[in-house]
């Protein structure tokens, strides 16, 4: 089991930057794939990013291409999400999830996830 903390959510204005961390304990984090999804009022997770156990593979989600960027520090046990040109509609509650296995392969949608953190709130103003 992996317990998982966010941390790094704010307030910004659109235009603006934040960087989102997750902070993992109880396991090392290079034995789980990461992901970062985000819940906005009376819309679906939504996807955001996803990095492999070797941080050989990362993906994002449309909406995000382009602006966000996922990483890990597997010896710091954290991964983070460095997001960049903020807009309103990406405001949201973010939460980092972690899913286990043995290859490097990396999941894009939320089923897959078994440990979650409590998510940090984002809130991008215009």
Excluded at 29 to 45: C, D, V, Y
């Amino acid at each position: 089991q992996v317990q998982l903390v966010e941390s790094g959510g704010g307030a910004v204005q659109a235009g603006g930057s934040l960087r989102l961390s997750c902070a993992a304990s109880g396991r090392a984090l290079g034995s789980f794939a990461m992901g970062w999804f985000r819940l906005a009022p009376g819309k679906e997770r939504e996807f955001v990013a996803a990095i492999s156990r070797s941080g050989a593979s990362t993906y994002y989600g449309d909406s995000v291409k382009g602006r966000f960027t996922i990483s890990r520090d597997n010896v710091k046990n954290t991964v983070y999400l460095q997001m960049n040109s903020l807009k309103p509609e990406d405001t949201g509650a973010y939460y980092c999830a972690a899913h286990g296995g043995l290859s490097d392969y990396v999941a894009t949608y939320s089923l897959r996830y078994q440990y979650w953190g409590q998510g940090t709130q984002v809130t991008v103003s215009s």
